[in-house]
């Protein structure tokens, strides 16, 4: 076996500067623009939030020169070229459609929707506009990933035939409300499976078969689930999910002559070893990127050069991927008998 390639992804640092408007900011809004600040050339111009006085002090932490009481206001701001949508998911599609519609470029935090209806709806939208929209899953960005990308897309393992996934993190009870409600979209899959299903998606392709149990809580959104889906050529991933309990938060890619493990969480910045048919270490990358959420940063970058470039979608994570995990999740959630209001 070949060594592992070298990830082939621009240094963040080079991607142009754009101006970015921040749109809600949280605790994924705060690591972002964390990100931005120490490790791009990237601007925050503006904050939009419903409370003017946190917009205020968030961009005065960050540096931005306005701070918006209404997200109106933010998308219709002349001086910001693409906004960050990074609110809960059950806000997305109202929020990205309103970006959207004031002509605005934008990278909208994972889950993409609710669902696929929703995520449909946007992705039509930005395409009748013209516009750049990109799912901020973090991940598919990363360094790491592209080595994963280089590894399948060469064989460098033979034919993938398994591909396994999971992320449990202790959220429910006594984590966040949202997790637990259904009007907010909670469950631990539009949060936390996402990550899994998008990543066997990424190595396996479209999904032929899905299979799914899982518990649900009292309140009727899912505790945990485990996922079986098979690709065309009869690939398995074998998907984990829980906000029960923490998991190891690894994965790996199986195939004839040999496999992929990537650390934990496989999501974020993690090693990456290939072992050859016989189990033997063949080469490993230890963290081929930044320190924790300071991944964030590449997502950003690749928003900022296609838009720079006049692309309406990112070729590393194209809009129809998007599609295809948000149609699965809505698959998965149909044989577990969860529904959001107004579904």
């Not at 070949?2 to 690591?31: E, F, S």
């Not at 009869?234 to 984990?240: K, S, T, V």
């Not at 969480?265 to 090693?271: D, K």
Request: net charge negative; aromatic share 8%.
């Amino acid at each position: 076996m070949t060594a592992l390639p070298t990830p082939r992804t621009p240094d963040p640092m080079d991607a142009p500067a754009v101006r970015w408007g921040i749109l809600a900011p949280g605790w994924i809004a705060r690591l972002f623009c964390t990100a931005l600040r120490q490790g791009t050339k990237q601007e925050i111009v503006a904050i939009g939030s419903r409370d003017h006085g946190r917009a205020r002090a968030f961009a005065d932490e960050f540096g931005a020169g306005s701070a918006y009481g209404s997200y109106e206001e933010l998308v219709n701001d002349p001086q910001v070229d693409i906004i960050y949508v990074a609110s809960p998911h059950s806000e997305h599609h109202r929020q990205t459609r309103l970006a959207l519609e004031a002509g605005k470029p934008v990278l909208v935090e994972k889950a993409f929707t609710r669902n696929a209806a929703e995520a449909h709806d946007l992705v039509n939208l930005a395409r009748a506009k013209n516009l750049l929209l990109i799912e901020a899953m973090w991940a598919r960005f990363l360094p790491h990933y592209d080595v994963i990308r280089q590894v399948v897309e060469n064989g460098l393992i033979g034919d993938v035939t398994a591909v396994f996934a999971d992320h449990g993190q202790p959220l429910y009870p006594g984590g966040p409300e949202r997790l637990a409600s259904p009007a907010l979209a909670g469950g631990a899959l539009l949060d936390l499976g996402v990550y899994p299903m998008s990543f066997a998606e990424f190595v396996l392709g479209p999904f032929s078969t899905i299979t799914t149990t899982g518990t649900l809580t009292d309140q009727g959104v899912d505790s945990q689930e485990a996922i079986t889906v098979t690709n065309a050529a009869g690939a398995q991933g074998i998907l984990h999910a829980s906000m029960l309990a923490r998991s190891a938060c690894t994965a790996s890619v199986c195939g004839t002559t040999g496999r992929l493990d990537i650390g934990g969480p496989f999501y974020g910045p993690a090693w990456i070893r290939m072992y050859d048919r016989d189990d033997v270490l063949v080469d490993q990358h230890e963290k081929v990127t930044d320190e924790g959420h300071m991944g964030l940063r590449y997502q950003a970058a690749e928003a900022a050069r296609c838009l720079a470039a006049g692309q309406t979608e990112s070729s590393v994570f194209p809009l129809d991927a998007t599609i295809r995990v948000m149609e699965a999740m809505d698959e998965v959630r149909a044989q577990l008998g969860v529904r959001y209001p107004g579904e």
